[in-house]
């Protein structure tokens, strides 16, 4: 059984740092791209920051440059995403989510081009 499951969020104050766990389970991590999206109340979902399945390929959304970092651990079958100097505009439930890539690709923040889902994480930052 496919099963993607994230785990971390939590309140958060400005400038403050969380790091976002995704686990697989049932698939084969390293044959996967692995894409973090969010969603904010009465937004769309946008992608967040994807790494492709050797960690080779990586893209972060602009406004989240240089303080959220993704990276993977195929052998423990998890991808993380650390998460540092928060603002209150990062506040969104957190979606982990996998699509089956080549080895050559590189990954997208295309959020149709996933196939697995997790339910999310939310992530609340407040003073």
């Known amino acids: 059984q496919v099963k993607v499951v994230e785990s971390g969020g939590g309140l958060a104050q400005p400038g403050g740092s969380l790091r976002l766990s995704c686990a697989a389970s049932?698939?084969?991590?390293?044959?996967?791209?692995i894409g973090w999206f969010r969603q904010a109340p009465g937004k769309e979902r946008e992608g967040v920051s994807c790494?492709?399945?050797?960690?080779?390929?990586?893209s972060t959304l602009s406004s989240v440059k240089g303080r959220f970092t993704i990276s993977r651990d195929n052998a423990k079958n998890m991808v993380y995403l650390q998460m540092s100097d928060l603002k209150p505009e990062d506040t969104a439930v957190y979606y982990c989510?996998?699509?089956?890539?080549?080895?050559?690709?590189?990954?997208?923040?295309?959020?149709?081009?996933?196939?697995?889902w997790g339910q999310g994480t939310q992530v609340a930052v407040s003073s």
């Open positions: 790494i492709s399945r050797n960690g080779i390929s990586i």
């Open positions: 049932g698939f084969i991590l390293n044959d996967h791209h």
């Open positions: 989510a996998a699509r089956r890539g080549s080895s050559s690709a590189t990954c997208t923040l295309i959020k149709g081009q996933y196939e697995f």
